[in-house]
């Protein structure tokens, strides 16, 4: 599954790269001012989204969204931070006490860096379910968790894919003004396609 993907994401990026290139640079600057980051993620991950489906990109009617996006996508925000502060401190405090109470330190760092890496690897999915599932958090949340766990060799490979196309495109410099969040966006929804065919009865919105 994992190399079938990032095939098809390289057929459709470079089939589509004149689009990808101007919807990365649109990207980048309807994203300056920070505050709009929310609602531009779900506009131009449905954009691409549109691309993975075989869809014209309909930018109009993705913009129609623009105020839903921005009220749903600004909760998802919150929610994603608040939940990695929270595991992330977690393990420095954790990590600080492991010579005075090493058993169970020890133990509970290992289950809070376990959630903390089923967390990063929901990152894959999340946008794409969110956007599925009609803007709906605790759903989203729910069904990302599941994938991973169902899927969890095969989120890692992803997830070292999208680690080293983010590494390359920094180490270019140009790469996150050309093409980086428009790939990952496009990376984002075919990975999300592929995999929630397997489950026979799951509606996806297209």
Known sequence: MVIKTMKSVLVKGYDNIGFLMLTNLLFVAASALIITIPATVLIFSALTRDLVNGKIPDS?????????????????????????GILVADCHFLFSIRRAHPWIANLLLGFIVCLLAIWLLMQIYIIPMFLSQNLVLTRTFKNAFLLVIDNFIVSLAFGAFFLAIIGLMIVTALGPFILLFSLLFLMQNQVFVNIIKRYDGYHYSN
Not at 64 to 76: H, N, S, V
């Open 60 to 84: 109009k009617a993705q913009l129609k969204q623009a105020k839903r996006y921005f009220m749903r996508g600004g909760l998802l925000s919150i929610f994603s931070v608040i939940i990695t």
